[in-house]
């Protein structure tokens, strides 16, 4: 798992209370740690076993099958059974 010293877009994300429960859309530069901040908060959702459903978008497809694979190889190694999906134009899983 990734661990990273906080950055500005990320403090101002926790400010808001993104990694609290608060929904958010983080709109961006290139390169300024949305993609962070949006798989730190869907692996929190996980480890507090928060009930609902957690939705990640991205604008990229090949930038979506990045981070379906990395979820599914951190959920193969920790051994959990939360269900993850990815909706593309190619597929659906």
Partial sequence: METLEPF???????EFGVFNGKSALIVAPTATGKSYIGREFIRGAIR???PGTNVYLV??????????????EERKRNGTTERIRIATGEHTD
């Fill in 48 to 50: 507090d076993a928060v």
């Fill in 59 to 72: 604008p990229f497809r090949a930038l979506a099958g990045e981070v379906y694979e990395t979820f599914l």
């Fill in 8 to 14: 500005p877009l990320y403090q101002r994300a926790q």
